[in-house]
């Protein structure tokens, strides 16, 4: 038997907060490794510098995520056989 519309989206809700956890804390181990750069010399690398930007990239990406999720999180599917 097929899985309800609701189970669905319950299950792809389920999924989608996975993996945006799971790019919170990539984002948050990448935040530390750059703030344990600043303020010694390698602050003037490519590295430094690819490491900012991934970092801004997804602080950003990351908002529109948590704004997304807010208004899906509102989403009510209804069921076939409510009325």
């Known amino acids: 038997m ?13 999924n989608f907060s996975k993996a ?3 790019i919170e804390k ?6 530390n490794w750059k703030d344990g750069i ?6 003037n690398t490519d590295k430094f510098s690819d490491l900012c930007d991934a970092v801004a990239g997804l602080t950003k990406g990351c908002d529109l995520i948590d704004k997304a999720l ?3 999180e509102d989403v009510e599917i209804p069921g076939a056989y409510k009325r």
């Open 2 to 14: 097929p899985k309800s519309r609701v189970d669905r989206f319950d299950e792809a809700m389920g």
């Open 20 to 22: 945006f956890n799971e």
């Open 26 to 31: 990539i984002k948050d181990e990448l935040e």
């Open 38 to 43: 600043e303020g010694t010399n390698l602050e």
């Open 70 to 72: 807010d208004h899906l």
